[in-house]
């Protein structure tokens, strides 16, 4: 059973950064694809950065070139560098594991852009 764990997230200003961490409980280079998935208050879960087995990048136009996916297999983690934060960035954010058949989640971990 894989288990993911986010951390990273708290109160920032607009403007300002964050970096996501995911850890996961094993190999990360033996998942297809992992992903950031964001919730806001009232809205439906959606994917905003997409990490392939072979290293494609895949962002959601919202976030692109203010939001980084990456990954560090030695660590098993998973990562989200959010620059240049806007209020409409607060959200609660998931990290997602996939392999065919099978979908993993984290727990989340809550963003909030307010001045």
């Known amino acids: 059973q894989v288990q993911l764990v986010e951390s990273g997230g708290g109160l920032v200003q607009p403007g300002g950064s964050l970096r996501l961490s995911c850890s996961a409980s094993?190999?990360?280079?033996?998942?297809?694809?992992m992903a950031w998935y964001r919730q806001a208050p009232g809205k439906q879960r959606e994917v905003i950065a997409i990490?392939?087995?072979?290293?494609?990048?895949i962002y959601e136009d919202s976030v692109k070139g203010r939001f980084t996916i990456s990954r560090d297999n030695a660590k098993n983690t998973l990562y989200l560098q959010m620059n240049s934060l806007k209020p409409q960035d607060t959200a609660v954010y998931y990290c997602n594991a996939a392999q065919p058949g099978h979908s993993w989640w984290g727990q989340g971990t809550q963003v909030t852009v307010s001045s």
């Open positions: 990490l392939t087995g072979g290293g494609r990048t």
């Open positions: 094993g190999s990360i280079s033996s998942f297809d694809a």
